[in-house]
C-alpha cells in the first residue's frame, strides 16, 4: 500500500502567494484552472524533478503524467539536453547579434518537419498560433478564420471567446466555429463566405478538456486541405500540445496531409522556452514582412536545447516509445478499471492519452479517483489529456498500476 | 463586454428580482405577515419582453411564467416601462383588476419595499448579523435567477449558455456541512432554468462555505481563487458548466449594479 500524500507546505506556499501573485498560481499549473479538486489532494508547488518524477516542496514524490503540460518528452533534466544547453550558455545567450545557432536549429526544423521549408522561432504556443494567423491574413488579404468547437489556440483575445472577460465582440468577429470532424458543415462554411476564409486552425486532433478526445474521421484531413486548397485559405495546425508525441515529422505527417504553417512548442525543446513556426515556401515572402519580434526570441540557449532534444528525440524515435508506453499504460489502467467494475475511456493517441471514468456522465466519481492517485503519487488531471515522456520506464508503469488499484479501492469504500 | 439591454433586464426584474420574493417569505416573518391571508394573482405582460403571474396564497408565493389568467394585470408598453416600475420611476396602471387595486398600493408596495430592503442593504442594517444573513441568502436567489434570464436572453450570455452541457448546476451555501440554501440551474439544450431548490442529481456543483464568503463574492470584495484555496469555496462535477456560468455569473453584476 503507498502513503497518503499530504500538503502542508504547498498550502502554507499558496497562501502566502496570494498576497502578491495574482490567483497564487495563475493559469493551467493553479488550482482553479487546474482543477484540483478536492484543493487538498494536489500539491501547488516543486521543489526539483528528475526523469519521469517531480518532488513537491513536501517532499513527495510524483510519476508525473503531465510533463509540465507538455513540455517533458525526453524525462527532466535530460543530461544530453541539458549539457547542450550548458555549453551554449558559456559562450552566450541573450546577445545583440544572433548566434548562428538559430540557423542550426532551423535547418534541423527543416529536415525533421516534413512540410516545412523554413522556421521562425518565439518563445510561447500563443506566440506562434497569433503569427500563423496574422501570415494567413497578410497573404490572403481576408479575415475569417475558422475554428473547430473545441479548440485551443493559446490565449490572445482572438483566440477566446466573445464572454470571456476582457474579450470585446471586435477581437471575434470574424471567427466561425464549426464541429469537429463535420466536413459537410465546414464545406457549408466556404459556400457562405467564398473569397473571405483566411484560414482554418486546428489541433491534429480533439484534445479538448472534460471530453473524450476524438481522433480525426476517415478522410477528414484530406477534405479539409482540399477545401483549403479550393478556396485559397491557409490551412495552420496547431501542433503544440501533440508535436513530436504523434510524429517527429509533425502530427499532419502522421494524419497523412500537409499543413500550410504548422506550430510547435512544448516538446520542442524538453522544456527549454521556444517556439516555432514553420510553413511553405509560399508564405516564407509574407511571414518576413510581418511586425513580429520579442526580448527573449532569439536567445541562443533554447536554440541549442532544441536541437539536442529533436536529435535525441529521432535517435530514440522517442514517438514510437512514447505510444508503445502509453499503450502498455492504458491496457493495465483499463484492466484494472474493470477488475472494480468501472468503465475507464481512454482516448487520444496512446503518448496522449485523455481519461474518464464514464460511470458518471458528471465526472464526479472521475474525479475522486484521480484525487486519490495524486494523494498516493501518480500526478494525474481530471480534466486535461495526458503526457508520456521518454523516461518513464516499464516499474513506473507499473506502480502507477497498482497506486490506480489503490485508489479505486478508496472510491469504492 | 459592459452593454446590457433592457430586454434581458426585464426578463431579470420579474423572474430575478421579483421571482426572489417567493424566497424572501420563506426567509422573513414580516414579508409572510404581509401577505398573510391574501389570496391573489398579479400579472406582469411586458410588450416585447417577459410575461409572468405571482401568485399570493396562504403568505407564500410562487411565480409562473405566461399571464393569462391573473386576478390583477399590469400591462408594460416596452421592457425599459416595467424596468422604470421597478427602480420606482415609472407607476403602472392595471388594465384588469382595479378593485383589488387595493393590494397593489398597500401589501404589495410593502412586500417590495422589504425585498429592496434586503437587496439593496443600508451599511447599518448589514451590522445586524441576522439581517446580513436574511440579505445574503436572499441575494444567493436573486442571482442564481439572474444567471438563467441572462443565459437566456442577453446576446454575451447566450454564448456562455450555447457551450454549457445538459444537467443541474447546483449552488448553495453551507455551514459547517448543513445547507442553508440551495438552488439549481438546469440546462437543457442550452437552454437554463433556475429551481429555487437544491438538487439530488448535479452534474456540477458550486458550494460556498458561509454567508460571509458568498457575500463577499457577491459585492466583489472576495476572490474566488482565495477561497477555493482555503476550501471555503468547494466546486466539482462537470466543470465546464460551471466555466460558462461563471462567465454569466460576471454579467449578473453588470445587470444588477
Same mark, same amino acid.
Given at each position: 500500500?503507498?502513503?497518503?500524500?499530504?500538503?502542508?507546505?504547498?498550502?502554507?506556499?499558496?497562501?502566502?502567494?496570494?498576497?502578491?501573485?495574482p490567483?497564487?498560481?495563475?493559469?493551467?499549473?493553479?488550482?482553479?484552472?487546474?482543477?484540483?479538486i478536492?484543493?487538498?489532494?494536489?500539491?501547488?508547488?516543486?521543489?526539483?524533478?528528475?526523469?519521469?518524477?517531480?518532488?513537491?516542496?513536501d517532499?513527495?514524490?510524483?510519476?508525473?503524467?503531465?510533463c509540465?503540460?507538455?513540455?517533458?518528452?525526453l524525462?527532466?533534466?535530460?543530461?544530453?539536453?541539458?549539457?547542450?544547453?550548458?555549453?551554449?550558455?558559456e559562450?552566450?545567450?541573450?546577445?545583440?547579434?544572433?548566434?548562428?545557432?538559430?540557423?542550426?536549429?532551423?535547418?534541423?526544423?527543416?529536415?525533421?518537419?516534413?512540410?516545412?521549408?523554413?522556421?521562425?522561432?518565439a518563445?510561447?504556443?500563443?506566440?506562434?498560433?497569433?503569427?500563423?494567423?496574422?501570415?494567413?491574413?497578410?497573404?490572403?488579404?481576408?479575415? %475569417?478564420?475558422?475554428?473547430?468547437?473545441?479548440? *485551443?489556440? @493559446?490565449?490572445?483575445?482572438?483566440?477566446?471567446?466573445?464572454d470571456? =472577460? !476582457? #474579450?470585446?465582440?471586435?477581437?471575434?468577429?470574424?471567427?466561425?466555429?464549426?464541429?469537429?470532424?463535420?466536413?459537410?458543415?465546414?464545406?457549408?462554411?466556404?459556400?457562405?463566405?467564398?473569397?473571405?476564409?483566411?484560414?482554418?486552425?486546428?489541433?491534429?486532433?480533439?484534445?479538448?478538456?472534460?471530453?473524450?478526445?476524438?481522433?480525426?474521421?476517415?478522410?477528414?484531413?484530406q477534405?479539409?486541405?482540399?477545401?483549403?486548397?479550393?478556396?485559397?485559405?491557409?490551412?495552420i495546425?496547431?501542433?503544440?500540445?501533440?508535436?513530436?508525441?504523434?510524429?517527429?515529422?509533425?502530427?499532419?505527417?502522421?494524419?497523412?496531409?500537409?499543413?500550410?504553417?504548422?506550430?510547435f512548442?512544448?516538446?520542442?525543446?524538453?522544456?527549454?522556452?521556444?517556439?516555432?513556426?514553420?510553413?511553405?515556401?509560399?508564405? %516564407?515572402?509574407?511571414?518576413?514582412?510581418l511586425? *513580429?519580434? @520579442?526580448?527573449?526570441?532569439?536567445?541562443?540557449?533554447?536554440?541549442? =536545447? !532544441? #536541437?539536442?532534444?529533436?536529435?535525441?528525440?529521432?535517435?530514440?524515435?522517442?514517438?514510437?516509445?512514447l505510444?508503445?508506453?502509453?499503450?502498455?499504460?492504458?491496457?493495465?489502467?483499463?484492466?484494472?478499471?474493470?477488475?472494480?467494475?468501472?468503465?475507464?475511456?481512454?482516448?487520444?493517441?496512446?503518448?496522449?492519452?485523455?481519461?474518464?471514468?464514464a460511470?458518471?456522465?458528471?465526472l464526479?466519481?472521475?474525479?475522486?479517483?484521480?484525487?486519490?492517485?495524486?494523494?498516493?503519487?501518480?500526478?494525474?488531471?481530471?480534466?486535461?489529456?495526458?503526457?508520456?515522456?521518454?523516461?518513464?520506464?516499464?516499474?513506473?508503469?507499473?506502480?502507477?498500476?497498482?497506486?490506480?488499484?489503490?485508489?479505486?479501492?478508496?472510491?469504492?469504500? | 463586454?459592459?452593454?446590457?439591454?433592457?430586454?434581458?433586464?426585464?426578463?431579470?426584474n420579474?423572474?430575478?428580482?421579483?421571482?426572489?420574493?417567493?424566497?424572501?417569505?420563506?426567509?422573513?416573518?414580516?414579508?409572510?405577515?404581509?401577505?398573510a391571508?391574501?389570496?391573489?394573482?398579479?400579472?406582469?405582460?411586458?410588450?416585447?419582453?417577459?410575461?409572468?403571474v405571482?401568485?399570493?396564497?396562504?403568505?407564500?408565493?410562487?411565480?409562473?411564467?405566461?399571464?393569462?389568467?391573473?386576478?390583477?394585470?399590469?400591462?408594460?408598453?416596452?421592457?425599459?416601462?416595467?424596468?422604470?416600475?421597478?427602480?420606482g420611476?415609472?407607476?403602472p396602471?392595471?388594465?384588469?383588476?382595479?378593485?383589488?387595486?387595493?393590494?397593489?398600493?398597500?401589501?404589495?408596495?410593502?412586500?417590495?419595499?422589504?425585498?429592496?430592503?434586503?437587496?439593496?442593504?443600508?451599511?447599518?442594517?448589514?451590522?445586524?448579523?441576522?439581517?446580513?444573513?436574511?440579505?445574503?441568502?436572499?441575494?444567493?436567489?436573486?442571482?442564481t435567477?439572474?444567471?438563467?434570464?441572462?443565459?437566456?436572453e442577453?446576446?454575451?450570455?447566450?454564448a456562455?449558455?450555447?457551450?454549457?452541457?445538459?444537467?443541474?448546476?447546483?449552488?448553495?451555501?453551507?455551514?459547517?456541512?448543513?445547507?442553508?440554501?440551495?438552488?439549481?440551474?438546469?440546462?437543457?439544450?442550452?437552454h437554463?432554468?433556475?429551481?429555487?431548490?437544491?438538487?439530488?442529481?448535479?452534474?456540477?456543483?458550486?458550494?460556498?462555505?458561509?454567508?460571509?464568503?458568498?457575500?463577499?463574492?457577491?459585492?466583489?470584495?472576495?476572490?474566488?481563487?482565495?477561497?477555493?484555496?482555503?476550501?471555503?469555496?468547494?466546486?466539482?462535477?462537470?466543470?465546464?458548466?460551471?466555466?460558462?456560468?461563471?462567465?454569466?455569473?460576471?454579467?449578473?453584476?453588470?445587470?444588477?449594479?
Open positions: 500500500m503507498h502513503p497518503i500524500y499530504t500538503f502542508d507546505k504547498s498550502m502554507e506556499l499558496i497562501r502566502r502567494a496570494m498576497n502578491v501573485i490567483a497564487g498560481i495563475y493559469g493551467h499549473l493553479g488550482p482553479a484552472e487546474g482543477c484540483h478536492p484543493i487538498d489532494a494536489y500539491p501547488k508547488y516543486c521543489d526539483h524533478a528528475k526523469g519521469s518524477y517531480f518532488w513537491d516542496v517532499g513527495n514524490r510524483f510519476i508525473d503524467y503531465m509540465a503540460y507538455g513540455p517533458n518528452i524525462g527532466y533534466n535530460d543530461p544530453d539536453v541539458d549539457e547542450a544547453a550548458a555549453r551554449q550558455r559562450k552566450g545567450d541573450c546577445t545583440t547579434a544572433p548566434s548562428p545557432v538559430m540557423i542550426d536549429f532551423a535547418d534541423l526544423m527543416v529536415d525533421t518537419v516534413k512540410s516545412a521549408d523554413w522556421a521562425f522561432f518563445k510561447n504556443g500563443n506566440d506562434v498560433t497569433s503569427l500563423a494567423v496574422m501570415t494567413a491574413r497578410a497573404h490572403t488579404r481576408r479575415k %475569417k478564420i475558422v475554428f473547430f468547437k473545441g479548440y *485551443y489556440h @493559446g490565449v490572445s483575445p482572438w483566440t477566446q471567446k466573445i470571456y =472577460a !476582457g #474579450i470585446m465582440p471586435e477581437d471575434v468577429m470574424h471567427n466561425i466555429y464549426v464541429d469537429w470532424n463535420d466536413a459537410d458543415a465546414l464545406r457549408e462554411v466556404f459556400e457562405n463566405n467564398r473569397d473571405q476564409i483566411a484560414a482554418v486552425i486546428a489541433q491534429p486532433y480533439m484534445h479538448g478538456n472534460f471530453a473524450d478526445n476524438s481522433l480525426p474521421a476517415k478522410q477528414f484531413w477534405t479539409v486541405r482540399k477545401l483549403c486548397d479550393d478556396n485559397g485559405t491557409v490551412l495546425v496547431d501542433d503544440v500540445r501533440a508535436g513530436f508525441r504523434l510524429d517527429i515529422g509533425g502530427s499532419d505527417h502522421y494524419f497523412g496531409f500537409e499543413a500550410d504553417l504548422i506550430c512548442c512544448k516538446a520542442i525543446a524538453n522544456g527549454y522556452n521556444v517556439s516555432a513556426l514553420c510553413g511553405k515556401d509560399f508564405l %516564407k515572402t509574407t511571414v518576413s514582412g511586425s *513580429y519580434t @520579442g526580448s527573449y526570441w532569439m536567445s541562443a540557449v533554447p536554440f541549442a =536545447a !532544441g #536541437i539536442a532534444c529533436i536529435e535525441k528525440m529521432k535517435r530514440i524515435d522517442s514517438p514510437r516509445i505510444i508503445e508506453k502509453g499503450e502498455k499504460l492504458r491496457a493495465g489502467l483499463i484492466e484494472t478499471a474493470t477488475k472494480h467494475g468501472l468503465d475507464l475511456h481512454v482516448s487520444g493517441v496512446p503518448s496522449l492519452f485523455y481519461l474518464r471514468l460511470d458518471d456522465p458528471s464526479m466519481l472521475h474525479q475522486k479517483w484521480i484525487a486519490e492517485c495524486v494523494r498516493r503519487g501518480v500526478y494525474f488531471t481530471n480534466h486535461h489529456n495526458h503526457f508520456i515522456n521518454a523516461a518513464l520506464s516499464d516499474e513506473d508503469i507499473r506502480e502507477t498500476i497498482e497506486i490506480a488499484d489503490e485508489a479505486f479501492v478508496a472510491i469504492g469504500k | 463586454m459592459k452593454q446590457t439591454d433592457a430586454r434581458t433586464m426585464s426578463f431579470i420579474l423572474f430575478a428580482v421579483l421571482g426572489a420574493l417567493p424566497s424572501l417569505c420563506e426567509l422573513s416573518d414580516e414579508a409572510r405577515e404581509i401577505i391571508g391574501k389570496t391573489i394573482s398579479l400579472g406582469i405582460e411586458v410588450k416585447g419582453g417577459p410575461a409572468g405571482l401568485h399570493f396564497q396562504d403568505g407564500k408565493i410562487t411565480v409562473s411564467e405566461g399571464c393569462d389568467k391573473c386576478d390583477i394585470k399590469l400591462p408594460f408598453k416596452n421592457p425599459e416601462k416595467f424596468n422604470g416600475m421597478i427602480d420611476t415609472v407607476t396602471i392595471p388594465s384588469k383588476g382595479f378593485t383589488k387595486i387595493g393590494f397593489l398600493l398597500g401589501p404589495f408596495i410593502k412586500l417590495t419595499d422589504l425585498l429592496s430592503k434586503y437587496l439593496r442593504p443600508t451599511k447599518e442594517d448589514l451590522e445586524n448579523e441576522q439581517f446580513y444573513r436574511t440579505s445574503t441568502l436572499l441575494m444567493f436567489h436573486v442571482i435567477g439572474a444567471v438563467a434570464q441572462i443565459g437566456n442577453d446576446k454575451v450570455g447566450k456562455s449558455a450555447s457551450y454549457i452541457v445538459d444537467g443541474n448546476v447546483r449552488m448553495a451555501i453551507t455551514e459547517g456541512g448543513k445547507v442553508l440554501t440551495a438552488a439549481h440551474i438546469a440546462a437543457q439544450n442550452h437554463l432554468t433556475t429551481v429555487h431548490t437544491d438538487t439530488d442529481t448535479p452534474m456540477s456543483l458550486m458550494e460556498f462555505e458561509g454567508v460571509h464568503n458568498a457575500r463577499g463574492l457577491f459585492d466583489g470584495v472576495a476572490s474566488s481563487f482565495t477561497l477555493i484555496c482555503d476550501g471555503k469555496l468547494r466546486m466539482g462535477g462537470m466543470i465546464s458548466q460551471l466555466d460558462n456560468v461563471n462567465r454569466i455569473l460576471d454579467r449578473v453584476g453588470l445587470y444588477l449594479a
